[in-house]
């Protein structure tokens, strides 16, 4: 993808405050000295059953870039494939349901949207944001004796996984639905009472790959320490026998002259780092003086796998160290 990226015209508009260069969570677009757009765009295909939580899931993972990037939903479109006449339209109902009762507690609204006919069921969300100008939060910009917190445990990927193939129980995995479907809102919120220099969603490149790109603009490197990591339950152990996605190795690929991992850190804890994660949580980069107070404020608000995972120092030869 990004050998293709590289190859299209650069838009060198002043306006535009935040491209394609960093491969940021979204855009920023400025309109008036007070105010700036965020747009964004995700969907995908079902990781869960249940077509009410696919959409509640898929429509929050695709408002947390806005989020990601300091800013708040304003307005969001649908984007739905649909195996028209292969599948009951309550299906439909229900996926486009669950995706609006969470852009409703958002506080946006959806003005619209586009569908197609397709082999496979999809659905995501293009959200459309605000911030200002001077606020805007972006992968880039830790400091060196910055501390890292996630908002959200780890395993999304390894998880789902296990469920599609049999190996766990829906029940067992309800955590992880539930935190899927909870939007980074009040994180959102909370880190900007915070002296915040970087943030980015955890996504499909897992912490690891995420974190590379928090690293992108050569001044500084992330170590995380593998036993803070948040982790859902079992996870680990499901990441041992072998419930892996394929991303886990193209991650593992596409990394390998980029991180450096102990080897003291456990196989599993390995694979969980690396795990694609589906509306994963905020990586907050934090001034040390203000993480005892984010991390506290987060956890009063609710945000329960809120933990301190890493550091932030001045440049290394690696960009990424898991210890």
């Known amino acids: 993808m990004l050998q293709v990226l590289h190859k299209l015209p650069k838009f060198n508009v002043p306006e535009l405050l935040v491209g394609t260069e960093t491969a940021d969570d979204a855009g920023v677009y400025q309109l008036r000295p007070d105010l700036a757009i965020v747009n964004t765009v995700d969907f995908f295909t079902p990781i869960v059953d249940d077509p009410y939580m696919f959409g509640q899931i898929a429509a929050t993972n695709s408002l947390s870039d806005v989020y990601a990037m300091g800013g708040d939903p304003v307005t969001a479109m649908n984007i739905v494939c649909f195996p028209q006449g292969k599948m009951d339209m309550e299906v439909l109902g229900e996926v486009l349901r669950g995706g609006a009762e969470k852009v409703l507690e958002a506080g946006a609204v959806i003005v619209g949207g ?7 069921i999809k659905y995501g969300l293009s959200v459309t944001g605000v911030v200002h100008p001077d606020r805007v ?3 880039i910009g830790a400091r060196a004796g910055d501390v890292l917190i996630l908002t959200k445990p780890l395993g999304t990927g390894i998880a789902t996984t296990a469920l599609k193939r049999g190996n766990v129980s829906e029940d067992s995995i309800q955590q992880v639905v539930w935190s899927m479907a909870r939007l980074n809102k009040d994180a959102g919120l909370v880190m900007r009472n915070y002296d915040v220099h970087a943030c980015s969603d955890i996504t499909g490149f897992g912490l690891l790959g995420h974190g590379v790109e928090m690293t992108s603009d050569g001044t500084v490197s992330i170590s995380f320490e593998a036993a803070s990591l948040p982790v859902f339950d079992d996870v680990t152990a499901l990441a041992e026998a072998g419930n892996l996605t394929g991303g886990c190795k193209r991650n593992r690929e596409y990394l390998s002259d980029k991180i450096t991992i102990e080897s003291s850190v456990p196989e599993g804890l390995v694979e969980v780092a690396l795990d694609p994660q589906t509306s994963g949580g905020l990586l907050i980069a934090v001034a040390e003086k203000d993480a005892t107070g984010i991390l506290n404020q987060l956890i009063d608000e609710n945000v329960l796998g809120a933990a301190v995972v890493g550091t932030v120092t001045a440049r290394q030869k ?5 210890y």
């Open 114 to 120: 586009h569908s197609i006919i397709d082999e496979e």
């Open 137 to 139: 939060l972006r992968n």
């Open 318 to 322: 690696f960009a990424v160290r898991l």
